[in-house]
């Protein structure tokens, strides 16, 4: 399997700010790669340049082994997908489809019979004669989606496709786009600040941050392992408990206030002594108890519970730093409750304050 | 209080506030809205009252009384017979050379303005956004400024005096507004539409006139408007860029009520008044909130 | 492969968005060469000794020694000022009230509206002939108190040198006031709901919230409103030639747009009509450039 997306260097400047800054992400044939990040961070603009709506300024892009660096968007052998949908509102959903396979003057026949294949397997057919202001939200994003598909190409853009969606609708679409990209087998790029979309979609998720890419990985290496602060404190609901500390007894162990913290299993690099470390430690991999544990543990105090349903939040007070842990139902305990934290060192991650990069 | 939640009904007030009509509050308040409305209604009652009398009857009456007596004939003469200083051939040439300039005056304006704002927003361009600027700054500087070396400039390419160069003018001085009109409506429309037309291939005309036109009908219909009553209503450019042939319906109604000459026939005046005024309010009553929209847009900086 | 493609579209830049920018060509034709030349040439030529034709000979400034010499000049300014700060003053304050009224949650608010808003779809010349005629003094206002009892009742500001500002204002105010209110009622309706909760919580009157609270959050809809009601009275033309012909007594309602087109276009004086004409964007600029700041500081200070 080949590159199916190469881009080499990519700078973007709006006059003297610089959104995107050396960008540089192969995306396989096939794979599903998602660019996640917060507002303004640069990742729906990386997928215009992608698109060819956005002229860069330094750089190369290359789709299916060609340089499309200056080729219009429609050139390119790609299909986006839009938040707002985009669908023309003065065209029929069939026209919709149709719109970019006149203009590439694809015959009446070939366009007849891509639609019909789009309309089937997006199951929209009866759909294809009316406008878009008679569907509702998930079938306007189908529509959509199918805008891509009748192009026939193998990279799908999708630019957070699924935020204009309620919760339920979100979650079946996600479901049926993840379904897609296994019966298709195409390239996709997709952007989102959501997570779970990250989480579940993802063969692969680019992690970005002021127009530079923190860290490229697959769903549970980039969940287990982030490669800086950012990254950790990104993923993850409630985020990951930072515990500002330093690493003490030739790196063999954590200073945490007047807590000492055994790093034995620790899955990093070399430790050392650092007068400034800080230990993240995911809410789900601390256990809670009301009397002493063996290992790694420090003593905290519960202040609040939540609910939630399948499990419960207990906030806690640890030297001063606020935690939260995640823990069972039955594990609920009153404000007040003084308890031992016992802590997943292999699961943990420890990051060296002044750079914030994982040790 | 145990008092009060076992007989509610009868302590202190319940159900829907009683509200009365005739409040002092409402009758002030209508009262003084009348009063203006009938500032606002006294001319168009009067134009129409005197346009419908004799002179006789106009000589001794009350300009608002209605007529005892009901003639057309200061319509007919009005449209047919009254006197310019050069002609007597009544407002019927006026009107005619006022439709004349005004389809393509309309036409091209709002092609070219819809272009501009279509451009602005979707086409960006080095300096795009200057040249918008100094447009809506222009359209604040007196026409008296640049009347004269428009004039030469017409002179020039051949067009001074004659139709088309007052369609250019028109296209000139309406440029700021109309293109600030359409530059915010088309502001409005989401981008994502124009990018998937990209994707979909679709260039720059393409884009115009397959997507952005068929979705923007309502602002044409407000620019429509907009110029249509502009155009008829303009005075000063019919004067200055047109021979007496072509002046406009206001040039030559002016002409007609403030000619010295003969006896003044007011009922023939206010029926030509009317009838100049006609189009405009035609237009202006069928278009209701659209016209509101239309002059709102000159207010809203962009 | 080196060079294809690295970077981006460096040496294509001038022919990238080519139709764009050959769509733009009116626009930056009508800003470049029309606005800003043709200002820049009035302004230019103003001063020279041009008569019947335009000819670079430089004179200084001959031509605006002789313009603020010339009594008709003078009369022109004082008139235009004193009817602008008449008519800024009580076009706002009418059309704020008038908004105000009307956002009580009337009935039939359509209606009122409709007939406040009719008359700013006339022209000028028709405004003019309209009220020449209602206030005509021997079967207008006049006539009719006079035939009511009142002997003495004298109303007849278009012949009285003294009052004729008076009679202008009336139908200027008939004219755009309707403008000014829907202005002024859409700024009203673009304040936030929950200010006039709060207020009505805190137990603040009505009249109070409009003054203390209302018109300071509308202070940008003031300006504008200020402005384009500025801008438009420095132009008044058509209304004066309509109603007045600049009279009575020869020159008692004369206004710089009619001293500019007379000496341009009848006297054959060009240089005077330029010198004219600039002082005329001057008087434009000192409203704007103000505007401008103020607009351009609001921005930058977020």
């Not at chain 1, 993923?235 to 930072?242: D, Q, R, T, V």
């Not at chain 2, 042939?245 to 026939?265: A, D, F, H, R, W």
Request: glycine content about 10%.
């Amino acid at each position: 399997m080949g590159n199916s997306i190469e881009v080499k260097d990519l700078t973007l400047n709006f006059g003297s700010v610089s959104v995107l800054k050396n960008l540089n992400i192969d995306v396989q044939e096939g794979e599903f790669v998602v660019l996640l990040g917060p507002s303004g961070c640069g990742k729906s603009t990386l997928l215009n340049c992608l698109a060819g709506l956005l002229d860069i300024s330094d750089g190369q892009i290359w789709i299916k082994g060609k340089n499309v660096t200056w080729a219009e968007p429609s050139e390119r052998g790609i299909g986006m997908v839009f938040q707002s949908y985009a669908l023309y509102p003065q065209m029929t959903v069939r026209g919709n489809l149709s719109f970019g396979l006149k203009n590439a003057k694809v015959p009446q026949a070939e366009i007849d019979k891509r639609i019909a294949r789009a309309a089937e397997i997006l199951q929209i057919q009866p759909l294809l004669d009316r406008k878009p202001a008679a569907l509702s939200g998930g079938q306007r994003q189908r529509v959509a989606i199918g805008r891509a598909l009748v192009r026939d190409v193998d990279v799908f853009l999708f630019d957070e496709p699924l935020s204009n969606l309620d919760a339920k609708l979100r979650s079946e679409l996600r479901v049926e786009i993840k379904r897609l990209h296994n019966a298709l087998g195409n390239t996709m790029v997709y952007v989102t600040h959501d997570q779970i979309e990250a989480l579940t979609l993802a063969d692969r998720i680019a992690v970005m941050k002021g127009g530079v890419i923190q860290q490229l990985a697959a769903p549970l290496e980039i969940y287990n392992r982030p490669s800086n602060l950012f990254v950790a404190g990104f993923l993850g609901s409630p985020s990951m408990n930072f515990l500002k500390g330093k690493t003490v007894d030739g790196g063999r162990a954590f200073q945490f206030g007047s807590t000492k913290i055994d790093l034995a299993g620790y899955e990093g690099g070399a430790v050392l002594e650092r007068d400034q470390a800080i230990l993240g430690v995911r809410p789900e991999h601390i256990t809670v108890s009301t009397s002493p544990v063996s290992g790694p543990s420090m003593p905290a105090e519960v202040e609040i519970d939540e609910h939630l349903g399948a499990d419960s939040l207990l906030w806690l007070k640890a030297e001063g730093t606020n935690m939260s842990v995640r823990v069972p139902v039955e594990g609920r305990l009153p404000p007040g409750t003084k308890v031992h934290l016992g802590l997943d060192i292999p699961k943990a991650s420890l990051f060296d304050a002044k750079t914030e990069q994982r040790i | 209080m145990a008092d009060v939640a076992m007989h509610p009904a009868l302590t202190g007030p319940r159900g829907a506030k009683p509200r009365r009509l005739l409040s002092p509050r409402n009758i002030v308040l209508y009262g003084t809205l009348i009063v203006v409305c009938m500032y606002y209604i006294l001319p168009l009652w009067v134009m129409i009252m005197t346009s419908l009398k004799g002179m006789p009857e106009v000589r001794l009456g009350n300009i608002f009384a209605p007529p005892v007596e009901i003639t057309f004939q200061p319509w007919v003469k009005a449209w047919s017979e009254a006197c310019t200083g050069l002609n007597c051939d009544g407002l019927s040439r006026g009107f005619w050379n006022s439709v004349v300039i005004t389809v393509p005056s309309v036409v091209v304006s709002i092609l070219i303005a819809s272009i501009n704002g279509y451009a602005l927003v979707n086409w960006r361009f080095r300096g795009s956004e200057v040249f918008f600027t100094i447009l809506i700054f222009g359209s604040f500087i007196p026409y008296q400024v640049m009347l004269y070396p428009i004039v030469i400039g017409l002179r020039e390419i051949g067009l001074y005096g004659s139709l088309w160069g007052l369609v250019i003018v028109h296209t000139i001085f309406g440029m700021p507004i109309l293109t600030l009109l359409f530059r915010n409506y088309f502001s409005s429309v989401p981008e994502e539409l124009f990018k998937a037309a990209r994707v979909d291939g679709a260039g720059f005309w393409g884009i115009y006139f397959q997507i952005m036109l068929p979705m923007s009908l309502p602002i044409f219909v407000v620019a429509l408007i907009l110029q249509v009553t502009g155009i008829w209503n303009d005075f000063l450019f019919g004067v200055v860029f047109t021979k007496p042939e072509l002046y406009p319906m206001t040039v030559q109604l002016n002409n007609i009520v403030n000619s010295v000459q003969g006896v003044k026939e007011y009922n023939v005046n206010m029926a030509a008044t009317l009838l100049t005024g006609l189009v405009p309010l035609i237009v202006y009553f069928v278009s209701g909130k659209l016209f509101v929209r239309g002059i709102a847009a000159g207010a809203v900086k962009g | 492969m080196a060079g294809n493609g690295a970077g981006a579209k460096g040496g294509s830049r001038l022919f990238r968005n080519l139709n764009a920018k050959i769509a733009a060509i009116p626009m930056i034709l009508t800003a470049l060469l029309v606005f800003v030349g043709g200002t820049a040439w009035t302004v230019l030529y103003s001063f020279t000794n041009s008569k019947l034709l335009p000819r670079a000979n430089f004179v200084g400034l001959d031509q605006y020694e002789r313009l603020w010499d010339t009594s008709r000049w003078v009369i022109s300014i004082g008139n235009l000022m004193a009817y602008g700060a008449m008519a800024l003053v009580f076009t706002i304050v009418i059309g704020f009230v008038l908004a105000v009224l009307m956002d009580q949650k009337i009935r039939f608010e359509d209606t009122f509206r409709t007939i406040m808003l009719y008359p700013f779809a006339l022209s000028f010349v028709v405004t003019g002939l309209v009220w020449q005629w209602v206030l005509n003094p021997e079967f207008g206002i006049q006539h009719i108190m006079r035939s009511l009892g009142w002997e003495n009742f004298a109303f007849d500001p278009l012949n009285d040198a003294d009052t004729v500002l008076f009679g202008l204002l009336i139908a200027g105010l008939w004219q755009g006031t309707g403008f000014v209110m829907c202005l002024m009622l859409a700024g009203l309706r673009g304040i936030d709901e929950d200010i006039w909760k709060a207020a009505r919580v805190d137990g603040i009157p009505t009249w109070k919230t409009y003054l203390f609270v209302i018109v300071p959050m509308m202070r940008p809809v003031f300006v504008t409103t200020f402005v384009i009601i500025a801008a438009g009275i420095i132009k008044l033309y058509d209304l004066v030639v309509a109603m007045t012909s600049g009279g009575p007594e020869g020159n008692a309602s004369q206004v710089p747009a009619m001293y500019v087109y007379d000496y341009m276009f009848q006297a054959q004086n060009l240089g005077q009509g330029f010198a004219a004409s600039t002082m005329m964007l001057l008087s434009v600029l000192i409203v704007l450039i103000p505007w401008a700041w103020l607009e351009y500081g609001r921005k930058s200070r977020g």
